[in-house]
């Protein structure tokens, strides 16, 4: 199993620019999430899924968009990158509540 | 808006010291509180904790939590420099409307084990 996968691992952007980070899981899990981790401010969600085609928002939503056609992928979108996107974005999945997540590598994502 | 404070944000210590790492939260629906481990990549799972003044142990690593407190603490004995990390602490609590639940992570303790 190779996991949580995501891709790219780092990205350059121009302000302005738009761009999917891509997730994919092969564990056939149902809830997935989209992290993002500043500089010692721990990790903040950003889009969470409990299902294909069912999403909602986490605590800093704004300036993101992610879709959930199939079990394993969950794509992040940002439409308009700011220099306030820079940040290490992880991926995360676990098979149902209270158990751990499985994360991804992470991408981390310039933006200036 | 749910909280998790961690205490301390970072810690030096020497070899073979002993820490303990604390977490203090503020939410509603409670379910379970997770810790994990970050080096340079991808936090790893340590402990989930569910239930009050019941110990997890893992070789030199232990977890408790205080439900009365609204805490819980990671211990660390006998430290080693591949201990070098940041520990999340993270709560999971049922989100508004009853249905989902979320985790919101504390900020993490940065500690440094130094030979």
């Known amino acids: 199993n190779a996991g949580v996968t995501q891709t790219p691992k780092f990205r350059i952007l121009k302000i302005g620019q738009s761009m999917t980070l891509q997730c994919a899981q092969d564990?056939?899990?149902?809830?997935m999430y989209w992290y993002r981790q500043d500089p010692g401010m721990g990790l903040k969600l950003i889009y969470y899924s409990v299902g294909a085609g069912i999403t909602d928002k986490g605590e800093v939503p704004n300036g993101y968009n992610v879709s959930r056609s199939t079990t394993e992928d969950f794509p992040l979108r940002l439409e308009l990158a700011a220099p306030s996107q820079t940040s290490v974005y992880f991926c995360?999945?676990?098979?149902?509540?209270?158990?751990?997540?499985?994360f991804g590598n992470g991408t981390r994502l310039t933006v200036t | 808006e749910d909280k998790v404070v961690q205490s301390p944000l970072s810690l030096v210590v020497h070899e073979g010291d002993t820490v303990t790492l604390n977490c203090s939260y503020e939410v509603t629906n409670f379910r379970s509180l997770l810790w994990y481990k970050q080096e340079k990549k991808a936090p790893t799972f340590l402990f989930m904790l569910?239930?009050?003044?019941i110990e997890k142990k893992s070789g030199r690593l232990s977890s408790i939590l205080d439900k009365k407190e609204l805490s819980s603490i990671l211990n660390i004995t006998a430290t080693q420099t591949g201990d070098s990390a940041i520990y999340l602490c993270a709560v999971e609590a049922r989100g508004s409307g009853g249905s989902n639940y979320k985790l919101t992570f504390g900020k993490g303790t940065l500690l440094t084990v130094n030979p």
């Open positions: 569910t239930s009050s003044g």
């Open positions: 564990m056939n899990h149902n809830y």
């Open positions: 995360a999945s676990t098979r149902q509540v209270s158990s751990p997540l499985h």
